[in-house]
């Protein structure tokens, strides 16, 4: 199947810092991609719909100021955690669909400590 | 209504069974189905996907697709305590966008 790499795995900041988070699909181009949100034992959250060239469609409640995605490219996008605090704290993961049947493939995740 | 339900557990079944997953959606226009596998701290992984009526095997694993009850099932046979993780149903209307179910939780005890 194909392959989408996220990066890091693992970061703990301080509050009011920002944090950006990269997804690359390695051996195919993405038009969309997605970033989700997880709490523990939580089903994954959909933040927002990543376009090549384009803005991001948020999904309602998401804020686009402290979420900043972009897209620059066929196979990286971005998402950056403006002034992170505590209750940021969460498991974000990406994906991006894989060919015309729309099956994704999803990051490794990153999870995101705010102390 | 959710717009993806499914049971949230969690379901046990000895090693060795059958686990049944069972997933309902809501919008009739959904075109594509999906059965991801999470375990936990990881990110899911997709393992089934399926767009037609019937039934689609591969390997231990048969999704099954009933458009008219809009109803979708993953079947995993001769269950293996590797199998217990968390399983998410999704759904497609709109092209990429899939909406997941919140999951059903699966144990299998050796």
């Known amino acids: 199947g194909a392959v989408v790499s996220q990066h890091p795995s693992r970061v703990i900041c301080k509050s009011g810092t920002s944090v950006k988070i990269e997804c690359r699909s390695l051996?195919?181009?993405?038009?969309?991609m997605f970033w989700y949100r997880q709490f523990p034992k939580k089903s994954l959250m959909l933040m927002a719909t990543s376009n090549e060239g384009s803005k991001a469609t948020y999904e309602q409640g998401v804020e686009k100021d402290k979420f900043l995605i972009n897209h620059a490219s066929l196979t990286l996008s971005t998402l950056t955690v403006t002034s992170a605090h505590p209750e940021d704290s969460s498991f974000y993961i990406c994906?991006?669909?894989?060919?015309?049947?729309?099956?994704?493939?999803f990051g490794s995740g990153t999870q995101l400590s705010v102390l | 209504q959710k717009e993806v339900e499914q049971n949230s557990g969690p379901l046990s079944v000895p090693e060795g069974a059958i686990a049944s997953l069972n997933c309902t959606y809501s919008d009739r226009v959904s075109q594509s189905f999906f059965w991801y596998r999470q375990y936990s701290g990881k990110s899911p992984e997709l393992i089934m996907s399926?767009?037609?009526?019937g039934d689609k095997e591969d390997g231990r694993f048969t999704a099954q697709l009933n458009k008219a009850s809009q109803y979708v099932s993953l079947l995993i046979r001769d269950s293996q305590p590797s199998d217990s993780a968390t399983y998410l149903c999704?759904?497609?209307?709109?092209?990429?966008?899939?909406?997941f179910g919140d999951g059903t939780t699966l144990t299998v005890k050796p």
């Open positions: 051996d195919f181009q993405a038009t969309t």
């Open positions: 999704a759904v497609n209307t709109n092209a990429g966008k899939s909406t």
């Open positions: 399926i767009y037609s009526n």
């Open positions: 994906s991006a669909a894989g060919d015309l049947n729309e099956k994704l493939f």
